[in-house]
């Protein structure tokens, strides 16, 4: 379904929802994981239906993924980079962090 842009795209090491990916370098997070078959980004808060991005350019919120435990993040608009932990988000969205705080003493919806 996507093609990439170059014939020897440079690639990095990610891990999505606990699995090593060895994806295309040089572009979003989203436009990564869809070239290395990712399908489902997150589920929503009511039904539970899978999402995937949409526009592309920030504006719909669908590929919305946790990003070294920061929640919340619009994977469209976060370039890749290798040893990036990216994990799918489920149900209802949390706010992300303040400016500063110690990710490691936060809390979120997903008990992650």
């Known amino acids: 379904m996507f093609k990439t842009l170059s014939d020897t795209p440079t690639r990095v090491d ?14 979003s997070v989203a436009a990564a994981l869809l070239a290395a078959g990712v399908s ?5 808060p009511v039904s539970g239906a899978a999402r995937a991005p949409f526009c592309m350019m920030g504006a719909c919120f669908e590929c919305l993924v946790e990003i070294d435990g920061v929640p919340s993040r619009q994977s469209c608009m976060v ?13 209802a969205r949390d706010l992300p962090p303040e ?13 992650r």
Do not use: Y
């Open 40 to 44: 489902r980004f997150r589920s929503t």
């Open 79 to 91: 370039p890749v980079r290798a040893g990036m932990h990216i994990r799918s988000q489920e149900g």
């Open 14 to 27: 990610i891990w999505f929802n606990g699995q090593p990916l060895a994806v295309p370098g040089d572009r």
């Open 99 to 111: 400016p500063g705080a110690d990710l490691d003493t936060l809390e979120n919806a997903h008990a």
